[in-house]
């Protein structure tokens, strides 16, 4: 069974807002046990302060060469996160672009979501809340 995650994006590190308008996959680091099949939710920070973007983790297995043509993906510093001494990427697909303010930092924190600097699985009571918001979405039709 797939596990759903929240990923942190500090805009001003790296522009994933343009990044998705040239392409359709991302690599990023892997902090955790992020899986294949897993399902990422990209929370993009100040100024924006939202979840943004949907994806599915394609692979765990980003080789050297994959990297070097990301280099975006590589932190400029090392994190001092226990779990994170070992460096490891995942390469994840673009699902989808929720409308502004679908997912304000707000609303997450009344459902349930803690902190936003690290990645974090999503928990039932949240995980219900983006379900339930995303399954509006679709049927207005207001997805990408």
């Known amino acids: 069974m797939s596990e759903h995650w929240i990923i942190p994006c500090n805009v001003k590190v790296f522009n994933i807002i343009e990044h998705f308008r040239e392409r359709k996959t991302v690599i990023w680091k ?3 046990t992020i899986m294949t099949g897993d399902v990422a939710y990209i929370y993009l920070g100040s100024p924006y302060s939202e979840i943004k973007y949907k ?3 394609i692979s765990t297995d980003v080789d050297e060469k994959k990297l070097k043509d990301n280099a975006y993906a590589i932190p400029a510093k090392k994190s001092n996160n226990y779990f994170s001494k070992k460096e490891k990427y995942i390469e994840m697909e673009y699902v989808c672009e929720y409308p502004e303010k679908t997912f ?4 997450l924190r009344v459902h349930g ?3 936003v600097q690290i990645q974090a699985r999503t928990d039932r009571r949240l995980q219900q809340y983006l379900d339930t918001e995303e399954c509006k979405i679709m049927q207005n039709g207001g997805e990408d």
């Open 113 to 115: 979501l803690g902190q």
């Open 55 to 57: 994806c599915n983790v």
């Open 30 to 32: 892997n902090s955790f």
């Open 104 to 107: 304000p930092l707000e609303d």
